[in-house]
């Protein structure tokens, strides 16, 4: 989304590598992130939603390919880079079978993972034009006025959708409850900002945020809502 900054997420458990990598990320315009073993990094994926995944295969927990098929068997289309020790074809067809989006083999140059990852991050935003926006494993396709979470389509009103698109479009900014009134019912709505919460309520509820407010949509207290 422009304006936010993309998370990447490096699942790798050889610290010296992690902490490089984070560094070189920071340094390039990426929010890095990291997690030392695959049982950390999988919970990761599930909290942070990361734009992209850097994936280590031999990790301590639950390795790498059985991550990447897991996390595809769930819906998620967030791409992933394998990293692997090993420069053997068969690991590569591997990673690529299980959803891998692409591999680079260790030892790597920092130039050449950075140019790995902005390649497959516009291979997939062009991919991605014609689903609409994405926010993790949520799609809002204002064309088909269609919104997916993990691969299954939401029943959404009318008002929750546009609702939902609102936030997705100023996603990382507060938004008012008079604002929201105003982009989703219209200047001329006599209404009061009651029912934007109650519309929230509901969103929550089929976004199965109910237990864990703040996955899509974050309270402002005082303020509004925003999406992280």
């Known amino acids: 989304m422009e304006g936010a900054m993309q998370k990447i997420l490096i699942i790798e458990d050889e610290p010296n590598i992690r902490e490089l990598v ?8 990426y929010q890095g992130m ?10 990761m994926v599930r909290s942070e939603h990361p734009d992209l995944i850097l994936l280590d295969i ?28 090993k420069n053997e074809e068969i690991d590569k067809v591997l990673g690529l079978e299980f959803g891998a ?46 919104v997916k979470l993990g691969g299954k389509t939401l029943e959404l009103t009318l008002k929750e959708f546009d609702l939902l698109r609102v936030l997705a ?34 969103l929550r509820k089929k976004l199965g945020d109910e237990d864990n407010e703040g996955k899509y949509i974050q309270t402002i207290r005082g303020m509004g809502y925003k999406m992280p």
Request: glycine share 10%; charged share 30%; hydrophobic share 35%.
């Open 22 to 29: 984070v560094y070189n990320l920071n340094q390039n315009g």
């Open 34 to 43: 990291e997690a030392e073993d695959g049982l950390i990094g999988i919970a």
């Open 58 to 85: 031999m990790l301590p927990g639950k390795n790498g390919y059985d991550i990447c098929k897991e996390l595809r068997a769930e819906g998620l289309k967030t791409p992933i880079i394998m990293l692997t020790a």
């Open 101 to 146: 989006d692409d591999y680079i083999s260790k030892p790597f140059g920092i130039r050449e993972l950075m140019a790995r990852i902005k390649a497959v991050l516009r291979r997939y935003e062009n991919n991605t034009e014609q689903e609409g926006t994405r926010i993790g494993d949520l799609v809002i396709n204002t064309e088909s006025h269609e």
């Open 169 to 202: 479009e100023n996603r990382g900014r507060v938004m008012t409850r008079d604002q929201l009134l105003d982009k989703v019912w219209g200047f001329e709505y006599i209404g009061e900002t009651r029912t934007v919460d109650v519309h929230v309520r509901y």
